[in-house]
């Protein structure tokens, strides 16, 4: 009898890691579809506007070209800048109040970097830097007004300035 208790109880200690990894891998499953869930007004609020104040931060610290045959440079520093802060609002889920604002503001500003690719591209191409930046200024300015209203709706005014 006490050697069947002994094995009982060895079975139930070799049990208690078995359930506590368990019980670990669940936590981290929870934890892991954190990032995927609706946030609440003021975290997209914060959280969004974390994301733009640090990629302006680095599109500003970015120097003007002096010479247009630098505008390449320029703008591939520029992409390299804001495309991660595209990539981390759209990870970012608002709440449903917000979530046509939101996607309407996600998607101006996606076509403020694609403008902003599209003129890179045409530079690596051989375009005429003079040609293409006068072409992305006309592109741009309304593009960035459109990401700019959008942003303003959606409350968060600090995604609402592409390179400085």
């Known amino acids: 009898m006490s050697r069947q208790a002994g094995g009982g109880k060895r079975r139930r200690l070799r049990a208690v890691p078995i359930r506590a990894a368990a019980l670990a891998a669940c936590g981290a499953a929870l934890l ?3 990032g995927s869930s609706t946030l609440s007004s003021g975290q997209l609020h914060s959280r969004a506007a974390r994301i733009c104040t640090s990629a302006q931060e680095r599109s500003e610290s970015i120097p003007a070209p002096n010479d ?3 505008a ?3 703008l591939h520093r520029g992409i390299a800048a804001l495309a991660p802060q595209m990539t981390a609002l759209h990870k970012l889920r608002p709440p449903p109040d917000l979530a046509d604002d939101y996607d309407a503001a996600l998607r101006a500003s996606d076509r403020e ?3 902003l690719r599209a003129t890179l591209h045409a530079l690596n191409d051989g375009e005429d830097p003079v040609t293409a930046i006068k072409a992305l200024q006309r ?12 942003w303003h709706a959606v409350g968060v ?8």
């Open 72 to 74: 390449s440079r320029f």
């Open 157 to 164: 005014p600090a995604c609402t300035t592409v390179m400085g």
């Open 32 to 34: 892991a579809g954190c």
């Open 113 to 115: 970097l694609t403008v």
């Open 68 to 70: 247009p045959d630098n």
């Open 139 to 150: 592109q741009l300015d309304p593009t960035e007004d459109a990401a700019a209203g959008a």
